[in-house]
């Protein structure tokens, strides 16, 4: 079917203003049909790609450095007690306690404190992905919506071109 003003098998501006108010409609749907990913808590398999891999090396190294520091108290203490003929005795005895004891408290402050910290550090990154994934699919249904508004803009031009032809 030709239309007045149109040459035959040319251009129809009123059938091209017609599609683009068709996609300009698909495209505002689709921008207005997002829906935000919801943040949840992370779970361990999340969690396990942001942990550091050498997390046990720098634990284990820094218990070994601490229990070289336990060592050389004992030995100064052990030499102490031997310069004044004490080595053995209960006061000797009652130093390599309190050296072990506060070892052990070391210890476990240092390795709890580099685990909590790691485990920190890898929520930290996985709740920073998830907002960054969120802000990505809200910028995308922004450019979907200001697509379909510039395309019924256009739409909305052509329409009126071709009520002037007519």
Do not use: W
């Amino acid at each position: 079917k030709i239309m007045a003003g149109s040459p035959q098998g040319g251009f129809n501006v009123n059938q091209a203003a017609a599609s683009g108010i068709q996609q300009a409609g698909m495209g505002a749907a689709q921008g207005m049909n997002y829906r935000p990913m919801a943040i949840n808590a992370p779970t361990q398999a999340a969690l396990q790609q942001y942990t550091n891999p050498y997390e046990n090396q720098v634990v284990n190294q820094s218990l070994e450095d601490i229990e070289r520091s336990r060592l050389m108290q004992q030995n100064v203490g052990g030499a102490q007690a031997g310069a004044a003929n004490a080595f053995g005795g209960s006061r000797h005895g009652i130093a390599e306690a309190e050296t072990n004891r506060a070892f052990a408290d070391q210890s476990a402050r240092t390795a709890s404190g580099l685990r909590m910290s790691g485990y920190q550090n890898a929520q930290d990154m996985e709740r920073q992905a998830q907002m960054q994934n969120q802000q990505a699919g809200l910028s995308g249904a922004q450019q979907r919506l200001s697509a379909g508004q510039q395309l019924g803009s256009l739409s909305n031009l052509g329409f009126g071109m071709g009520q002037q032809i007519q």
